[in-house]
């Protein structure tokens, strides 16, 4: 396309991960005499701008957050369809066809800065004012929905940011410090790009973990959402459903694969990007290691989520598992998440006891 429109320059934006890194510098060799030149990047602050006073980067994320709330942040970038000459790429030989496929039944967003702008202008007018009292309940539609608009470039942390400096209160607040775990895990993937796959803590590559064909099976279960635990299954289930699932329930999911079913956390973390629409590599691959204990910032590895008290203090009235579990839709209230009595038709048996689960996961930490 730089050949046939015999342009002077290519413009992207940065792209700071293992693989794209590797692909802009592919490209721009690729292009020859023609510069490849990055402008800006999907972050407010670009990965590695924030340092401590002797350059080194930050590993806790509190420090970061006060740090990079320190440096700031230019505001968006405003633009206008005169600003650019547009062409039409339809009649070009190098057009791209646009392939039309099967999204396998999955219920997407709708896509483009449009509906991202039309998502952030509803939630910042209904639910930023309790947005730090309601985000950890899956049942309500009480987050913005906006990390696949992020991840895709749709829109930019910078006009969120920019619209948070005319909110106070303690949800822009929360909001805030949530678009800076973005940030931190960006900028510690971009100082350790070993911890796309890696523990960012390596005194963890000794966990014990369980495998055969006991923990392949275990695995399955969780990926198909059949452990008998109804606030995992739910989230397995939206996973598959809707590319999407509530944070609260991906600690929890990922809580029990690690802990209850002792399997590596980067099964997990593959699993998610095979189907996140939202799947972005920094955040992903760090927030899987943060409920396991081997990241930066690191939940304490003492910390078991026990998935029936999870459901009855953040899904209270059972709504969000009997949305995604239609096997429980018959229980009332909050007796879904302990299932007393017969369990319902079709519906398994806990595949483990987290009781035990949870001594076993701690004997094996003690170890490390």
Not at 123 to 133: K, P, T
Not at 144 to 166: E, V
């Amino acid at each position: 396309m730089a050949r046939e429109l015999d342009v002077g320059a290519v413009h992207i934006s940065a792209d700071f991960t293992p693989y794209g890194i590797r692909r802009d510098h592919a490209v721009a060799v690729a292009l020859g005499d023609v510069p490849l030149v990055p402008t800006g990047s999907p972050y407010a602050v670009a990965p590695g701008r924030v340092r401590k006073a002797d350059g080194k980067p930050y590993k806790v994320f509190t420090p970061f957050r006060r740090a990079w709330l320190e440096h700031n942040w230019r505001p968006p970038a405003l633009t206008s369809s005169e600003t650019v000459n547009w062409v039409d790429p339809t009649g070009l030989d190098c057009a791209v066809p646009i392939p039309v496929g099967d999204d396998g039944g999955v219920d997407l967003p709708p896509a483009g800065e449009g509906a991202a702008l039309s998502r952030w202008d509803a939630f910042s007018d209904d639910g930023l004012a309790r947005y730090h009292v309601d985000r950890d309940r899956p049942d309500l539609d009480a987050t913005t929905r906006l990390s696949p608009y992020l991840k895709f470039g749709c829109i930019h942390p910078r006009t969120l940011l920019a619209d948070l400096d005319n909110h106070r209160g303690d949800g822009a607040t929360a909001l805030r410090s949530e678009l800076g775990w973005r940030e931190f895990y960006a900028d510690v993937l971009y100082h350790r790009p070993d911890t796309l796959r890696a523990n960012h803590n390596p005194r963890f590559d000794a966990i014990r973990y369980n495998t055969g064909a006991t923990a392949d099976a275990a695995f399955a279960a969780w990926t198909q959402g059949r452990t008998g635990f109804p606030i995992v299954d739910a989230g397995m289930r939206q996973l598959l459903a809707q590319g999407w699932v509530h944070n609260r329930v991906r600690m929890i999911v990922a809580s029990f694969l690690t802990k209850d079913l002792h399997l590596p956390w980067w099964w997990g973390a593959r699993h998610f990007m095979a189907h996140l629409v939202d799947g972005d590599l920094a955040a992903n691959q760090h927030g899987w290691q943060w409920t396991a204990g081997s990241g930066t910032d690191a939940a304490p590895y003492f910390r078991v989520f026990n998935p029936t008290r999870q459901g009855e203090k953040f899904d209270p009235d059972g709504d969000y598992v009997r949305r995604w579990v239609p096997e429980l839709r018959a229980v009332a209230g909050m007796q879904v998440h302990q299932l007393p009595g017969v369990r319902p038709p079709g519906y398994p048996d806990p595949i483990v006891d987290h009781a035990v689960e949870r001594k076993e996961a701690l004997a094996r930490y003690r170890e490390v």
